[in-house]
């Protein structure tokens, strides 16, 4: 598995950084302790001890911070995986892992994954470019390593299996937050990386 580049940040891309994590920090705060509704970009921008032409060049809607936030945290939970999937054996357990840690934090945060979701469906209706978070990088990875063990199939490209995969699991996401009590996230999980799985690996007679 090939390693993650760390590139050196200079001076403006560094504060630039610093400040956009104050403001998720600052708005997550406010989220948490008024609602997500009961809180204001402008209050945002004064507790984080910003212009509000900062924020909003940063962050044009509440939600883009919400959304933001999560895809932090998904990046961090897929870096903890990452290390550990060459030692497991396969693809199946490679996905289910995976999937397991990014939504063990997703079950106990539904409203702001409510939040972040919504947010990236209202953007892709409106035809803008669909940014790839830390799961999609990180199942990327794992589709690819599949095909070279010769587990998945390779007549369809990779970043096509993880586009199918990202509409099951978003799927699944979505019905779980309009009645959580009807299914448990991460077991269903498990069970769309067979369903998946069932379309996309190589089996005797089919096409590699």
Partial sequence: MEPIEVQV???????????????IKVAMDLFQRQGFNDTTMEQIAEE????????????PVKEAIVDEYVRSIS??????????????????????ETLDKVYEWVEINPEIIGI???????????????SSGGSQSLIAEIIRLGQQAGEIRQDIQAKL?????????GTVVMDWLNDSSKLELRKEMAKLVDLFLDGAMVREGSQK
Avoid: C, W
């Fill in 9 to 23: 940040e200079g001076r403006t891309e560094r504060k630039k950084k610093e400040t956009r994590q104050r403001i």
């Fill in 48 to 59: 984080a001890d910003v212009a509000r032409k900062t924020l909003y060049n940063h962050f």
């Fill in 75 to 96: 990046k961090e939970s897929t870096q903890e995986v990452f290390e550990t999937l060459q030692n497991l054996p396969d693809t199946r357990s490679r996905l289910v």
């Fill in 116 to 130: 972040s979701l919504g947010y990236r469906l209202k953007n892709m209706y409106q035809g803008q470019e669909y």
């Fill in 161 to 169: 299996l993880v586009k199918q995969l990202d509409i099951l699991r």
